[in-house]
């Protein structure tokens, strides 16, 4: 099951701005919050999309998300966060309330703003016609994208041929 994940993830990562390394530390940080295999290249579409928009790491952004994730809650530390890096979160929810992004931050401390909430705000961010929608199809079509496809490429091509040769590295080592 493992493996199968790793795969899928590297072929997540080919079509994504991410390298492979990010797409992997990204995955680790959801599976701390309880995002399945099953769900994962859904759950890091989403908040690729939205790294991509902001010019964020996704493996900074996953872990504001399984940290708000794993607590239930998404806090004022975590909207802060989230701000800061240019993700208007504050923004999306006002407008789901129709309240004022102060009354949003108001309610982050009474813990009114759930996990769910967060999930919602972040598909509406990066959904069709959202603020990040295909934001990682959009820069994988760059140039850099096109690198970071190559790279990611010749990484899996690197991992194939170190797997391969991996008995004969064994049985040197055992005669050694």
Known sequence: KANTLIAELNQFANVTPFDNAQIIGASKALLTAGVTAEGMTDQLKTIGDVA????????????????????????????????????????VLADKWKISKEEVLKMAPAGKITAQVMK????????????????????????????????????????????????AISAFADFA
Do not use: C, D, H, Y
């Open 52 to 91: 991509a928009g902001a010019g964020v790491p996704i493996t900074e952004l996953s872990k504001i998300f399984a940290k708000s994730t794993n607590k239930s809650k998404l806090g004022t530390e975590e909207l802060n966060q989230l701000s800061e890096r240019g993700i208007p979160i504050l923004q």
């Open 120 to 167: 919602e705000a972040f598909a509406t961010m990066s959904g069709e016609g959202g603020i990040f929608f295909n934001m990682m199809e959009k820069q994988s079509a760059t140039s850099g994208g096109k690198i970071s496809t190559l790279i990611g490429k010749l990484q899996m091509i690197g991992i194939a041929i170190g797997t391969s040769m991996l008995p």
